[in-house]
Nanobody
């Protein structure tokens, strides 16, 4: 198991930007696929973006062109850069690390986008 701690959420106006961080308790990027997920009130948790061990990225259609997922191996930290934010991006954002079905989650960080 790996411990994940998210940070960087907050309140932002529509059109603004935020960068979320996910600090891992140890170096995992060569072992785990990483991802960001989000859950809005009354909705199921959904995938936002993922990055494989090899560095390949994948994005939900709703965030393509606006969000970027990237890793800093020296800091054991995963990031989600969010630009051109929309009110519908409002949710709790979770970091995930997955290795052959063994999955770890962070506690989540709230992102609220006002119109």
């Amino acid at each position: 198991q790996v411990q994940l701690v998210e940070s960087g959420g907050g309140l932002v106006q529509a059109g603004g930007s935020l960068r979320l961080s996910c600090a891992a308790s140890r170096y995992i990027f060569s072992i785990y696929a990483m991802g960001w997920y989000r859950q809005a009130p009354g909705k199921q948790r959904e995938l936002v973006a993922t990055v494989t061990k090899g560095g390949d990225t994948n994005y939900a259609d709703s965030v393509k062109g606006r969000f970027g997922i990237f890793r800093d191996s020296a800091k054991n930290t995963l990031y989600l850069q969010m630009n051109s934010l929309k009110p519908e991006d409002t949710a709790v954002y979770y970091c995930n690390a997955n290795n052959d079905g063994m999955s770890s989650w962070g506690q989540g960080t709230q992102v609220t986008v006002s119109s």
